[in-house]
């Protein structure tokens, strides 16, 4: 089953980092891989998803963080180098079959910023075995993606401390 | 902060138990709170909620099951009781100040369902310090909960299993 949570709204990764925690309680073991985060961008949620141990849980941050964004400096084809690796490891996840779910963090967005070919991705929904779930995040989901899914949320922003002509930085806690 | 989760699309209590794990990972203290789930219907995040410890996280599935649907049978003055009891919780915990995030999951659907009155749901705001920040989570947000909120997001559902003419039971681990 492939589940796609996409939009421009709060409430991707919290809810992929909640569907691991349910898929754990109840005993499954979670492949979970963010695209574009880095380490050196630590969020809330690192620490307790990597103390659950490797054998239940992966946890890769696998991203060169932002790309062409935020005086990002890096080479693009670094950018790329990265996301074709963690998805080499996501593919390499399904085939041992040894995960029941694989969540791919901000896929979507590493598809629209062409660091993953169509192609690419779809080779790796061929790999996985039938018996396992997939969750893609991230804003923009392709087309093709969005066919090819069996759940789709969108998450629209319909209010944004920002918006309230009140910037506010990104609350830690809240949202990372 | 009063951050709102709601729409008809899945995802809404998952990205609450995401959040509470990202602000637990913060070294924050939570307090999660379940309107209308009762312990009848055992979800995946439940032991790993319960795990945290009482003093890091206060986890309590407050409701007494589906509300005059699937075989209900119990008087809806009890389905208020309860409703009441528990907000009447989550006030208590705001009061000592101890959390830094209330988590009211499915709260928009027991205020909906007439299971809380509109003035017991602002008196419940009211009572909750500035330092603490607020995540009420189910479809059907009232229009004086989503003009009082800071962040609203609409979880929309795209595309479901059901709607693919293929009737599916809901899944273990992803939709509980």
Redesign the interface.
Known sequence: ?L?V?T?N???????????A??????G?RVFFAQFIKCDGYP???????RNFGDDRLTFIKGGKGFVGILGDKLPFAEHRAAAKKLLAQAEEAARTEHY??LILDEINVALALKLLTSAEVTAFLDAVPATC?VVFTGRGAAQDI?AR?????????????FH?KIPVAA????E?
């Open positions: 089953m589940i949570a939009g709204g709060k409430g991707k990764t919290t809810a992929a980092i909640g569907q925690i349910r898929a754990l309680g109840h499954k969020s809330g949620e690192d620490g307790i998803l029941d779910l779930d969005i899914a069996d759940f789709v949320t969108e998450c629209t922003e319909v209010k944004h401390p309230n609350k830690k806690g809240i990372y």
